[in-house]
């Protein structure tokens, strides 16, 4: 039986670090990803990322039709409000696996494997990288009718997925589902068997100190599908970028995302990149020199 299967869908132009991403999947061996997409497939291929091609609307078809609610207005934006139920929605392609979760495509992966072993696997229902929430841009669940289902315990959730509005039912919706309140007693006994450890992935964001209680680190680097940073070289599950990318959850004082400003994100051939390592920084993508 498999180890393991991220979901991750995309719908629209790739972003320009999608090669990269690929790489640092193609080093996890043991892990599968399955992408459903409206764009052709990037350059970089790895035998264990798979494409499904929808279009938007049937995608949108597709999730209504497994869910069982009209989803015919969803954004792409709203999908992240779906992740919950994408063991639902893609069951049939969890078949042989013993976990499933998803994740997002902003992200370099260093060794998962390292650190999500077979006995933290096997032990645990549900596994986030935040201490404090399941975590929108990985989260691991053992493949189970009740895991795969876990999402409909969720309160007026087909209204909240069927709203335009976007309610993060990913993190902090489902993050009750795994740790309920101490008042509540009977879910606390029914709730899933949870490991929330902080994994400090996500630099830039200016909310959390790192554990040697400075800031978080600025300069990483990733080769042969090891990834380290300027501070840390062991024990790193993957760097999350969103900060640096996108102002839309940055808090106000820490400005805008640097990337914005940059005129090319990717400073070099992925392929070249993938032989020799790169670096991933606020400055951008860049050759190991």
Known sequence: MKRLLLISPWFGAWPEW?????????????????????QAEP?????NVKFVHYSFDDYKEKISSEVGVDLHNLTPYKLCDLKPFLGLIFSRQLEGYKSFGYCDNDIIFGNLRAIYTDDILDRYEAISSHSDRMAGHLSV???TPKMQTIAKRIPNWRERIAAV?????DEGALTTMMVPRRKHVIKRLLAPKSLLVERYTTPGGGERLWPDGLQSPDAWTWKNGQLSNERFSSGILYLHFMFWHSSRWRRPHTGAAPWLSLDKIVQCD????????????????????
């Open 43 to 47: 350059e970089n291929k790895a035998p």
């Open 165 to 169: 509005e976007h309610f993060g039912l």
């Open 270 to 289: 992925w392929r070249e990149a993938a032989q020799k390592g790169f670096s991933i920084s606020p400055d951008g993508i860049r050759l190991l020199v």
């Open 141 to 143: 669940f053992r493949n």
């Open 18 to 38: 999608i090669n990269f991403f690929i790489e640092s999947c193609k080093h996890n061996r043991e892990i599968d990803w399955l992408i459903p997409t409206d």
